[in-house]
Nanobody
Framework: QVQLVESGGGLVQPGGSLGLSCTAS????????MGWYRQAPGKPRVLVAT???????NYADSVKGRFTISRDDAKNSVDLQMISLTPEDTAVYYC????????????WGQGTQVTVSS
């Protein structure tokens, strides 16, 4: 079982920056993949960025060069730094954890709202 708690959402102007943090209830090195997804109103939830415990990183094309995912093993957290934000980045951002054991497990945080607006 993994509990995920997100923090850091809010309102930011276009062109601005914002950082999100996801803290896990267990050692994140034991989690195969952690990542961020987002869901805009009326749209499906989509991948933003993922980070494996082997430090393989994957970004959605729409955020490459603007978003950076990183881990802090001491804090059991995965952070998402976002720059050059646009209104199209407005969404609820969810932290995700995937564990691969004898079966696959997937966990979600409660989500944090990011609104990009002037």
């Amino acid at each position: 079982q993994v509990q995920l708690v997100e923090s850091g959402g809010g309102l930011v102007q276009p062109g601005g920056s914002l950082g999100l943090s996801c803290t896990a209830s267990r050692n994140i090195f034991s989690i195969n993949t952690m990542g961020w997804y987002r869901q805009a109103p009326g749209k499906p939830r989509v991948l933003v960025a993922t980070l494996t415990n082997g430090n393989n990183i994957n970004y959605a094309d729409s955020v490459k060069g603007r978003f950076t995912i990183s881990r802090d093993d001491a804090k059991n957290s995965v952070d998402l730094q976002m720059i050059s934000l646009t209104p199209e980045d407005t969404a609820v951002y969810y932290c995700n954890a995937k564990l691969v054991r004898t079966r696959n497990y997937e966990y979600w945080g409660q989500g944090t709202q990011v609104t990009v607006s002037s």
